[in-house]
């Protein structure tokens, strides 16, 4: 359960016409954040009003990152701060997505994770009750290579987790690869391997997959992804809730993580044009991934009834 095998041959994307036939058609809606929700620190237009009538309708709403700097606490203030009133619980970032694998593997409490990534992933590693080191602290240690120079590591790692990283370098690379080749068992998780990600609005910057690829490289193996696209997270939630996975309609801005997220998890899918994707992007030639619909904003729920 890594990265997900490519989906069956579809037709293309329909353009979304009645808004309530979709309502309907299921019970929980799984939204991405960044380019659903939000754009960096503004919210979309029109998005309180269209959760609050999703709501009104009774149906579910799970709200899933693959951002893995913050821990679902974190986002919870972030939601909040937008004047969202969304729950923790409801709340699945790539971060906390880390610790639920552990668990969910059973991984020992008397071996420790390796961190490179940042505080979220402590957070959420944490609170699940794991030994940890690394983290944004070690983005202050260098290597002196004097004459001789061995680097020493803790033989009770037992896991390297990796995600997105501003405090990523040489010490940690090397702290990981060391765990990962020297370590008997030692896993190589990924919170995500996003290319790029929106830091700012400007240009593209990048992405977690950007300090995944630097250990893929040293260690020569390829990790297990438990944020999107990888079935992991969808598994988790539809057990969590006791929901069928014919039943979810993911939504999402991005192609190759959103809407193959919900194709490898067998739900329905809106691609959202509110983000990183535009409508060009989707019908190109190029694009070989292709949602059930697409809309401009997720606001369009409100507004799209039928003729
Ligand atoms: N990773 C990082 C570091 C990001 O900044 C972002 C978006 O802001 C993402 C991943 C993607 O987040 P999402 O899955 O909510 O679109
Ligand atoms: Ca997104």
Redesign the pocket.
């Known amino acids: 359960s890594t990265m997900g095998a490519s989906s069956a041959v579809r037709g293309s994307a329909q353009k979304l016409e009645n808004a309530d036939e979709l309502i309907d058609s299921v019970e929980t809606f799984i939204f ?6 939000w754009k ?1 620190d503004s919210l979309i237009d029109g998005v309180p009003e269209t959760l609050d009538m999703l709501r009104s309708k009774g149906k579910r709403l799970v709200f ?6 913050k821990s679902r606490k974190q986002y919870g203030k972030k939601f909040e701060t937008l004047g969202l009133s969304v729950g923790e619980e409801e709340i699945f970032a ?1 971060s906390f997505a880390a610790a639920a694998y552990l668990k969910s593997i059973d991984f020992p409490k008397d071996k420790k994770v390796y961190v490179i990534g940042e505080d979220g992933i402590l957070k959420e590693l944490e609170l699940a009750g794991f030994q940890y080191l690394g983290g944004p602290a070690d983005g202050e240690k260098k290597i002196e290579l004097k004459p001789g120079f061995y680097m020493e590591h803790d033989e009770n790692v037992g896991a390297v987790v990796v ?2 990283d501003r405090y990523f370098n040489y010490y940690k690379v090397q702290y990981g690869t060391l765990c990962i080749r020297e370590n008997p068992g030692c896993l190589f998780i990924a919170t ?1 391997r ?1 290319a790029v ?3 700012t609005d400007a240009q593209e ?1 990048a ?2 997959g950007s300090m995944v690829g630097s250990l893929c490289g040293s260690t020569q193996r390829e990790p297990i992804v438990v ?2 696209p990888s079935t992991f997270m969808m598994d988790y939630l539809s057990n969590k809730f006791g929901i069928l996975k014919s039943q979810i309609c993911m939504v ?3 192609l190759d ?2 809407i193959l997220f919900g194709q490898n998890g067998g739900c329905k899918t809106l691609l959202v044009l509110s ?2 994707t535009t409508l060009q992007m989707l019908q190109s030639p190029n694009n070989s991934i292709q949602p059930d619909l697409y809309t401009n904003k997720i606001s369009d729920f409100v507004t799209l009834k039928a003729a």
């Open positions: 991405d954040c960044d380019g659903v929700i960096g899933v990152t693959n951002n893995s700097t790539s995600g997105f995500n996003d990600t929106h830091l910057w992405g977690g944020g999107k999402g801005d991005r993580t959103d983000g990183v």
